[in-house]
């Protein structure tokens, strides 16, 4: 489970092979929630920065870094051949494999002054463009190393706040952030901890400088990621605050059920195997001891382990390979010399011995198997168990768990058997274990693969998440289990076939890959750069494209798949926790478990079942995987003229235009020329005024949803194999539908998919039996997940409180409930019929629709996709007129004078006069939560500088508030201030700190207290420091895409914006984001005379000052504020005191009330309003 890895505001971190649950706080959205409540990353550690260092300073950064430096008559062509010298190149960029469209270039290098194997990546730009650059160090060493619990946790910490050369505990932050907003961050994994930045930078001529050098940015963020490696602080007045903030982390994981059960598999581990360790650490654990032996133990686990041959850097940078590889030496340089082995390749060689103690009936020895510490994790005594669980929130699951050899293992790297075993075990087709499952009404879902991976041995997992009807029948559900691996047993002659299918669609992945994110590319490949016995060559596609089929290593991998090597893990909510030995808690965490043996005739039973259920049988081979890869933008051009034109970025630009347009369709188009992919997105959103008419009708199409999504699974699963992927959502405006991957195949899915979605509603109203019960699956899987959202975290919680009460049509949860149970469901259940009728009313009665088809698709095929939407959808509805269009907007929460008129005077008083108060239904959530909700308008009153100056100070406030309420104060581990937008596109900055230390209100009044220092942060700031601070925001809003998907999300993000206007503002703004930035970029090089009518500092600032005092400011008349809190059960005495004060609502009837006195925001778009378009013409 990685530990401290909660990421940034730039994106996901990518989840390798090794299946690791993670730290990270991301927003769940309930059934009824459509729009984001945080950034999908949550900063969790001090690793998220807003800077102070204005980019007018940037060009004395270099004086940080110290570069090699010149000296008497010593010349830079010297130098540069000195560098060269100081360079052993592994691999240069003539001999890596990439696929078509990586226009990158690659260098593997060695610095021979101190070991360390760096991947260098040139992704050079047109000048102008902006992009980011990202770097990564992964160190062989994790909580496995722990001589103190969560001591490699902490020391993770530890290593961002500060070192010898830069001393302050944000520098680093700083620096990064005034480049786009940078960030980074780190994880701690079992045997491994990597730390990664990004920062957004612009590719154009620096000073004394061409664009092929490394940038300003880059280098100093490379020197500052260095020092962690070369002498980092530990300074001892840190050591408190830290504690705590994994302390508070740890109190976070307690009331998860992912936490909980990945700590329960460890106690049942081999408790002589390191994984068997508490890896998190707490308070306890870590200032047990003593703080003088915390900080020894800290400084020898660096010592140890921080080593130059034990480490590995990635860098992806804008300047060429030459100028990375020199940045690098000048900064990496300075790492001691060290040399050796991976240390668990070390390990390997040494105890060789325990490698071959395998199990008598392998045929094969995998030697890395219990070879690295000497004891298996899990063995004999530990398998052959069946272990049941209680969870916290409503879920039922079955686990089996088979202990198998390393992925690592020698025998295991080319052949990858784990692969086509746990492609054949999850398969979703007819025949397969999860369509028989399905079809007798016990299955949620089904998942195979690796479930846990370490040096020296690995967990292949089978996950079944079953319905109360399937929990009922666990045993059988067993049965089908071990008879479908006997099958694969049985047919293992059939294997071949699937190797190379999944082989043909792994080449043809590799072929078409677009570039991912840099920060996580290089977070992965400094992984990798471990692998000794990789060529480096096959660097960028590892084995999987040579991968050839071996029967006898896939026989003895799955031969590991027997009963007598499993540990089956039952988690049942329906359990109940008795008194009696049989049932233990798990120290950390607290998950009751009980372990029982399994019973020998059962286990003879699953390894050789005396019948097979006559409805399994293996998959046929993938048809939907497509031979046509002939590109719409060369056609009618030779093979030459089409391969060598030059790529013109400036085609990213042209927008898609409307090649119908009309008052039931818009279908907007755009063929690609640039990214020069096989690949096409096609995009349809149905709006409808019926979807959200009542609680009732959002649940059957909700319930709808899930039927659909279910059932498609035998039509088109071989087509998400294939790379053809599909999405059906409902939303409170309409459905929205999506289908992307190779455009050979699009059509054929689209036609499917829709011409089921006629042909369910059909069936379903005809009564059919079977589908029967995936409504009663549907309906029962729906309540559970709706009830289980008030077991979320506090901060979500109080996230979708406050929802309820800012925004005008919004129904409440229970709402939802009790249409599905109790008195009002049995009054008038809901029934399959009906679900179909209100289901085709969503999507064919009154409508009307926006399309896009983007990517290697020409006019005529999209001209056949508008064909098929005015079959399908459009030739049986009605038009849907404006006014019948569904509008959703946004409510002003009352000022402090309109609050008194309200609720009474007392409310006049105070600067938040409008609370939601609530307490968390579980007793065991020891968090509470408090989220300050300001709000700044609406978009049409902002406009475009208004919008620019909010993004500006909640980028700021970010970084102040962090630092403030988080690493000093220590008011919970997740802390964070957002730009938050509700129904009608209204905006507020958000403040949000959970923790376990304080009731709600303290929180709040702590939070208050910081906006009070941040005003005063802000005066304090220079013009030219608001100016570098607003020069990253505008980077961020004007980087560069890297793919055909971020365009395609771009384009179809701007016309989703006005779906819902009227016919003289519903003209996309495609380059709306390059107006807001203008609003932001101050021109340093404008005389005296241009400075009366241009931006200035001292202009951006004093506007940025207005903003907050109007807005934000406690003591502003005009300040519209609500606080919304959670209250732990701990704190009982104080919810039950304060919700009955004035200004305090505490229950849905409250908020209707309340909403009554309440006036709305408009929902007119900024970048369409002038004196033309204010009325229709």
Avoid at 65 to 85: F, H, I, P, R, W
Avoid at 755 to 764: G, N, Q, Y
Wanted: glycine share 6%; proline share 5%.
């Amino acid at each position: 489970m990685k530990l401290g890895s909660t990421p940034g505001r730039r994106g996901a971190v990518a989840m390798a092979t090794r299946v690791v649950f993670c730290s990270l706080m991301i927003v769940k959205a309930t059934p009824w929630m459509n729009l984001p409540v945080l950034p999908s990353r949550h900063r969790a550690l001090s690793f998220t920065s807003s800077s102070r260092k204005p980019l007018l300073q940037l060009q004395s950064t270099t004086e940080d870094v110290k570069l090699s430096s010149s000296s008497g008559t010593t010349t830079d062509k010297d130098n540069e051949a000195t560098m060269s010298a100081d360079v052993e190149i592994l691999a240069d960029d003539d001999i890596f494999l990439k696929p078509e469209r990586d226009g990158r270039q690659y260098r593997m290098i060695k610095l021979k002054q101190n070991n360390l194997k760096v991947l260098l990546v040139s992704d050079q730009m047109a000048e102008g463009d902006v992009g980011v650059e990202a770097a990564s160090v992964h160190v062989q060493a994790g909580h496995y190393d722990d001589t103190i619990p969560g001591l490699a946790h902490f020391h993770e910490h530890m290593l961002f706040l500060g070192t010898a050369k830069y001393p302050k505990e944000d520098e680093y932050e700083n620096y990064l952030t005034q480049y786009g907003g940078g960030s980074a961050n780190a994880y701690t994994d079992m045997e491994d901890t990597n730390y990664y930045f990004s920062i957004t930078t612009e590719n154009k001529d620096w000073e004394n400088k061409d664009s092929s050098q490394t940038t300003e940015g880059l280098t100093g963020a490379l020197d500052r990621l260095a020092q962690f490696f070369i002498k980092p602080n530990f300074d001892p007045d840190a050591v408190d605050r830290e504690t705590r903030a994994i302390d508070s982390e740890y109190r976070n994981g307690k009331t998860s059920d992912s936490w909980r059960n990945y700590q329960a598999l460890k106690s049942f581990a081999n408790q002589s195997h390191p994984f068997a360790k508490f890896g998190c650490g707490n308070l306890e654990t870590l200032t047990s001891q003593g703080t003088d032996v915390l900080l020894k133990e800290l400084q020898n686990f660096w010592d140890t382990y921080y080593q130059s041959y034990n480490l590995r850097l990635a860098v992806v940078g804008h300047g060429s390979l030459d100028a990375l590889q020199k940045t690098v030496q000048e900064t990496f340089g300075g790492l001691p010399f060290s040399e050796g082995l991976p240390r668990y390749e070390q390990a390997i060689e040494a105890n060789k011995a325990a490698a071959t103690s395998t199990a008598a009936t392998d045929k094969l020895v995998f030697e890395h198997e219990g070879a690295v510490y000497g004891v298996h994790a899990f063995g004999p005594e530990q398998l052959g168990i069946v272990r049941s669980i209680v969870p916290l929130i409503e879920s039922r699951s079955v686990k089996v768990h088979f202990a198998v050899p390393p992925l690592d293992d020698p025998l295991l790297r080319d052949t990858r058997p784990y692969r086509v075993l746990s492609h054949l075990l999850g398969h979703e087709s007819p025949g397969s274990l999860h369509s028989l499952l399905n079809d007798e009404g016990y299955l949620n879902g089904l998942s195979s693969g690796i479930g846990i991976e370490s040096s020296d041995f690995s967990l292949f997992s089978i996950s079944i998440s079953l319905t109360p009807k399937g929990m009922a029948n666990k045993d059988k559900v067993l049965d089908l289990l071990f008879q479908w691996i006997a099958l694969l047993r049985q047919n293992q002659d059939q294997m071949g076939p699937y190797h190379d299918e999944m082989r043909q669609i792994s080449n043809m992945g590799f072929k078409f890959r677009e570039n991912s994110d840099p920060s996580d590319f290089c977070s992965g490949a400094a992984d990798l750069l471990f692998a000794e016995h990789a060529e480096p060559s096959e660097f960028l596609c590892g084995s999987s494209l040579k991968a050839e089929h071996d029967p006898v290593i896939t026989e003895a991998f799955l031969d590991r798949l027997r009963p007598e090597t499993s540990l089956i893990v039952i988690t049942n909510s329906d359990l109940k926790q008795e008194s009696g030995d049989e049932w233990t808690v798990e120290p950390w965490y607290g998950a009751p478990h009980k372990d029982e043996p399994m019973d020998p005739e059962q286990m003879k039973s699953w390894e050789s079942p005396p019948k097979f259920d006559e409805r399994l049988q293996l998959p046929e081979l993938n048809a939907y995987i497509p031979n046509d890869f002939t590109l719409r933008c060369d056609e009618g051009k030779d093979e030459e003229s089409s391969t060598s034109e030059p790529l013109d970025s400036s085609e990213i630009l042209v927008p898609p235009v409307p090649l119908v347009d009309n008052d039931r369709l818009r279908l907007w188009h755009k063929m690609d020329k640039y990214w020069r992919v096989p690949k096409a997105f096609i995009r349809l959103s149905i709006m409808s005024p019926d979807v959200y008419q009542s609680p009732r009708t959002m649940t059957y199409h909700r319930i709808f949803q899930r039927i659909l999504n279910d059932d498609l699974n035998s039509f088109v699963y071989d087509a998400s194999l294939a790379g053809c992927n599909y999405r059906v959502s409902c939303a409170p405006s309409g459905y929205r539908l999506s289908v992307n991957g190779y455009s050979q195949k699009l059509p054929f899915l689209l036609d499917t998919l829709t011409s089921r979605l006629f042909s369910l509603v059909d069936e379903m109203k005809a009564g059919d039996p079977a589908l029967k019960e995936k409504f009663d699956q549907a309906r029962e899987g729906l309540c559970r997940e709706t009830k289980n959202y008030r077991l979320d975290s506090p901060y979500e919680v109080a996230n979708y409180n406050s929802r309820l009460l800012m925004e005008e049509n919004v129904w409440y949860l229970d709402n939802y409930i009790d249409e599905m149970e109790g008195p009002s469901a049995e009054r008038a259940p809901l029934t399959m019929e009906e679900c179909a009728d209100v289901a085709k009313e969503g999507f064919s009665s009154r409508i009307k629709c926006e399309a896009l088809c983007m990517g290697n698709m020409n006019s005529e095929e999209a001209m056949s996709v508008a064909d098929l939407i005015s079959d399908k959808f459009l030739a049986s509805s009605r038009a849907l007129s404006d006014v019948e269009i569904p509008h959703y907007r946004s409510l002003k929460m009352p000022t402090r004078d309109e609050a008194s008129k309200i609720f009474g005077p007392k409310t006049g008083s105070k600067s938040t006069p409008l609370v939601y108060a609530d307490i968390a239904y579980s007793e065991s959530e020891e968090n509470s939560s408090v989220e300050l909700i300001l709000q700044a308008g609406s978009e049409l009153e902002m406009g475009y500088e208004g919008l620019a100056i909010f993004d500006l100070i909640t980028h700021i406030a970010y970084n102040s508030a962090y630092n403030q309420l988080r690493t000093v104060e220590q008011l919970g581990y997740i802390v964070s201030v957002s730009a938050r937008r509700t129904a009608g596109s209204a905006w507020s900055m958000t403040v949000i700190v959970q923790g376990s230390v304080a009731s709600p209100d303290k929180l709040e009044e702590r939070v208050e207290a910081w906006l009070q220092s941040f005003r005063k942060e802000l005066a304090e700031m220079t013009a030219e420091e608001i100016a570098s601070e607003a020069s990253a925001v505008a980077a961020q809003l004007l980087e560069s895409d890297t793919k055909l998907s971020q365009e395609v999300s771009a384009a179809w993000g701007e016309i989703l914006n006005t779906e819902d206007l009227t016919k003289s503002l519903r003209t996309p703004s495609f380059d709306r984001l390059e107006k807001l930035s203008k609003e932001l970029l101050v021109d340093e090089d404008c005389d005296e005379e241009e400075e009366k009518t241009g931006l200035t500092g001292d202009i951006l600032k004093g506007r940025v000052l207005t903003f907050f005092d109007k807005w934000f400011a406690a003591e502003s008349p005009d300040r519209r504020a609500l606080s919304a809190r959670l209250y732990s059960q701990k704190f009982q005495k104080e919810f039950e005191a304060v919700r009955n004060e004035p200004g305090v609502v505490s229950s849905f009837a409250d908020i209707r009330h309340l909403k009554q006195f309440l006036s709305s925001w408009p929902t007119a778009p900024y970048w369409r309003i002038d004196e033309s378009t204010l009325t229709e013409p």
